[in-house]
């Protein structure tokens, strides 16, 4: 089997994951899901969350858990809508880009000089960065009437087609190269992944973690820079969050990594990261769906997500055992042939 063909089966078997979600929502409600129209709009519903998964993937891999992460995205897309009025495309993406990696360097020095747990340094962030949207949007609304009503800042009209099809795909096609590129030939990625395999052997073979941690905040800030202009282009304004509620932003991503990751042995991190996604935007899509309440939704999604967080820890003992049943069998055949 040549190599081509081995790596075509390969993603075969790991679009059998959404496809069978699919499946079962085509059973249970065939009227709502079974026409194209369904499948795309599962799909474009999947390209935010996997461009987030894609900036939150490097600090993840290296130990970080970043919950200022959607805080810093609705800055960071406000800055985009403003820059898109005054600057069209080159504008929104220059705001987005300078916003999200000045807020995103802020995070990571306050982690790498004060060496408090990431999760702490990123509720206070939070915070902070939620209340300081509050305030930019009540002052555009005072200010700038035309494009703020005091609650959202709309994103400009003639550049809402970045966040349709098929548009949007593209873009995404565009920044999954991106992300490989960065995730399989920068200093940075190969550093996280160590750093986060084993910091005291990352230090003892001269790399120094905070540095690194540091410089995963900066690089996935791109991402999340790209991932806000897609969101405000797609709802057509942003709105400011409020009581932490951003937080939940990074859940689905962070879900998608780590299906990415369990992913690698058949694919790229890059498309397993967006075939997590779409896994979970067939459920949620099913789920609404289904009619069912915002309970039973919050149950299930925090059903799931212990479920993929628990993944990789029995994908390591089922590995583990693996090997012990064939360190115990090749035993067994050298005390055989001894006799």
Request: glycine share 10%; with cysteine.
């Amino acid at each position: 089997m040549n190599k081509v063909t081995s790596k075509l089966l390969n993603l075969l078997k790991a679009c059998l994951i959404p496809t069978a979600l699919y499946l079962v929502l085509l059973i249970l409600i065939p009227d709502r899901v079974g026409n194209l129209d369904s499948i795309l709009s599962m799909l474009s519903l999947a390209v935010v969350p996997t461009i987030v998964a894609y900036g939150v993937h490097f600090g993840f891999v290296s130990g970080i858990m970043d919950f200022s992460v959607g805080s810093r995205m609705v800055l960071s897309g406000m800055c985009a809508c403003l820059g898109g009025y005054y600057g069209g495309v080159v504008g929104m993406i220059a705001a987005a880009l300078v916003s999200s990696l000045l807020l995103s360097a802020i995070v990571g020095g306050l982690f790498a000089g004060l060496k408090i747990p990431s999760i702490v340094i990123s509720f206070g962030s939070l915070m902070v960065f939620e209340i300081g949207a509050v305030y930019l949007v009540r002052w555009c609304g005072q200010a700038l009437p035309d494009i703020s009503t005091g609650q959202y800042i709309k994103a400009p009209e003639n550049l809402l087609f970045l966040g349709a099809r098929p548009w949007n795909f593209i873009i995404l096609a565009l920044i999954a190269v991106l992300f490989d590129v960065a995730n399989r030939k920068t200093k940075i990625a190969t550093q996280a992944r160590v750093v986060g395999s084993d910091e005291l052997i990352a230090r003892n073979i001269g790399i120094k973690p905070m540095r690194v941690k540091f410089s995963t905040y900066v690089l996935g800030s791109v991402f999340l820079a790209l991932a806000s202009i897609q969101s405000a282009c797609y709802s057509s304004a942003v709105g400011y969050s409020q009581l932490m509620t951003s937080a939940s932003m990074v859940f689905r991503p962070m879900m998608a990594v780590i299906i990415g990751i369990s992913m690698a042995g058949l694919v790229r991190h890059s498309v397993g990261i967006f075939l997590g996604s779409l896994c979970l935007s067939v459920m949620f899509t099913g789920i609404i769906a289904l009619g069912w309440p915002d309970s039973l939704q919050n149950i299930f999604l925090g059903v799931f997500l212990t479920a993929v967080l628990a993944l990789p820890t029995v994908q390591r003992f089922l590995a583990d055992a693996k090997r012990r049943r064939a360190a115990k069998k090749h035993f067994a055949g050298l005390a055989a042939g001894t006799k």
